[in-house]
């Protein structure tokens, strides 16, 4: 009996310690910071926490970007009440929607990809760490509050500390990266330039001394990319060739060049190219760098295949 009494207390305990260790990581309220932690600034009313079915009725452009949680709060000025700081604190499902997240913020220049990214203005400041964006900003940009800003995405950082994925991200998107320094940016949803294609890696290169906007995107297989292709002809571009590769143009108000092209199963292209020749080489470059990625990909899954077999060959 006492023996049975024993066990339904270890199975009641169990049950009840699964579900407050649940409650307290559903969540990334915890995250942000006290008044203690940011001295000069104090929790305002507004403060919220959101799941991924709600994020929706927070923003709708953080819709089907990934987020999994997502808590805000706003901290005013302890001297100037009219001095606001928001603060975001997200939690993606992956590391690359979070990279996704911080890489359209921050937008397009010139910077590397790394464990940790972090990006400061007067305006805002944004750090991505693993599956985390920390996202502070402020509308009193003329006070120059980027110090605050930093301090308001650190005191997250420093209770994330090592809890976080550690999921490399760097060699797909590295794909396009240039000579010249220009940072990968990766878009999960829809881009407006071609809105029938998401999950987008662009960037920019500085060709024979023009700027030139490149980008790709992997499919599941030839037929995805392919079927995707074939709606690039709604937007007015022309096919001009096929084969192995079916590439596409489209003659913009400007006259330049805008091309989209697929081989296997990736898609890829250039816009605001002065002609069509130019067009062809930095379509040929970048196949190059395709294929130059995928003999690395082989050749390391190769090598982890050869690894893995050892332990048979000496047995």
Same mark, same amino acid.
């Given at each position: ?7 339904? =207390? ?15 990581? *559903?969540? #990334? ?10 001295? /000069?600034?104090?929790?305002? *009313? ?5 799941? #991924? ?7 709708? *452009?953080?819709?089907?970007?990934? =987020? ?5 709060? =706003? ?34 220049? @010139?910077?590397?990809?790394?464990? @940790?990214?972090?990006? %400061? ?10 599956? %985390? ?31 976080? @994925? &550690? ?10 990266? /240039?000579?010249?320094?220009? /940072? ?69 108000? *400007? ?17 605001? #190219?002065?002609?069509?020749?130019? /067009? ?5 470059? =970048? ?21 893995? &077999? ?6």
């Amino acid at each position: 009996m006492i023996n049975k009494l024993l066990k339904i =207390i270890t199975i009641l305990l169990i049950f009840t310690s699964c579900s407050l260790f649940q409650s307290e990581t *559903d969540t #990334v309220t915890e995250l942000l910071p006290r008044n203690t932690d940011v001295p /000069g600034w104090l929790k305002t *009313d507004s403060f919220a926490d959101y799941r #991924v079915k709600d994020i929706k009725k927070y923003n709708r *452009d953080y819709e089907g970007i990934g =987020i999994e949680k997502l808590a805000f709060c =706003i901290y005013r000025s302890f001297d100037n009440h009219e001095i606001k700081i928001k603060l975001e604190v997200i939690k993606f499902k992956t590391v690359l929607d979070a990279y996704g997240f911080f890489s359209t913020k921050r937008g397009p220049g @010139m910077f590397e990809i790394s464990e @940790m990214n972090e990006y %400061y203005t007067n305006a805002l400041s944004l750090i991505q760490v693993g599956e %985390y964006v920390l996202y502070a900003m402020t509308e009193k940009i003329e006070s120059l509050l980027k110090n605050d800003l930093k301090t308001f995405v650190n005191i997250p950082l420093l209770y994330i500390g090592k809890d976080h @994925m &550690k999921e490399n991200i760097t060699s797909k998107l590295n794909i396009l990266k /240039g000579i010249n320094g220009y /940072g990968i940016l990766y878009i999960k949803k829809a881009y407006h330039k071609l809105p029938f294609l998401n999950n987008i890696c662009f960037t920019q290169w500085d060709w024979n001394k023009e700027i030139t906007d490149v980008f790709l995107s992997e499919r599941e297989s030839f037929y995805d990319a392919y079927q995707l292709f074939k709606k690039s002809t709604e937007l007015g571009y022309t096919v001009i060739s096929s084969h192995d590769t079916y590439t596409a143009l489209k003659k913009e108000s *400007d006259n330049t060049y805008s091309f989209i092209s697929i081989n296997d199963k990736w898609i890829f292209g250039c816009w605001s #190219v002065k002609n069509i020749d130019e /067009g062809r080489r930095i379509l040929s470059e =970048i196949q190059s760098k395709i294929q130059d990625y995928k003999k690395i990909s082989l050749n390391i899954n190769t090598y982890n295949c050869i690894l893995f &077999k050892i332990p048979e060959l000496n047995s």
